[in-house]
């Protein structure tokens, strides 16, 4: 299997973000609370609202509830007490192509 990405647009956002690195407070203006830090030098600055800060934690805690629940069926699988519902399982990857066709994204 070979995998190939390629993302020009990243590279012109690059230099066009970079040009508006001074705009950071216009960005978050209407976002709440926010904290800035910067360099020393007076070179960088960043700015992150609560908002940001709220999905930051909500995606850690979503890391950790995977996280244990891949560890809790780890523990289940070494055991031998580990089964798996061959009909639910063909349903999903069934429903799931359908809904990809429907939507264009199969």
Not at 52 to 59: D, F, H, K, L, Q
Not at 75 to 95: E, N
Request: hydrophobic share 35%.
């Amino acid at each position: 299997m070979s995998l190939r990405i390629q993302n020009d647009q990243a590279a012109g956002l690059a230099s066009t973000e970079t040009a508006r690195t001074g705009q950071t407070g216009s960005a978050a203006a209407g976002s709440g609370r926010t904290r800035t830090g910067s360099s020393g030098d007076g070179g960088d600055h960043v700015a992150v609202s609560s908002v940001a800060e709220s999905i930051t934690a909500g995606v850690s805690a979503q890391n950790l509830q995977h996280a244990a629940r891949v560890q809790q069926l780890g523990a289940l699988y070494s055991s031998g007490r580990y089964t798996v519902d061959s009909a639910r399982v063909s349903s999903a990857i069934v429903g799931g192509a359908i809904t990809g066709l429907a939507t264009g994204k199969a």
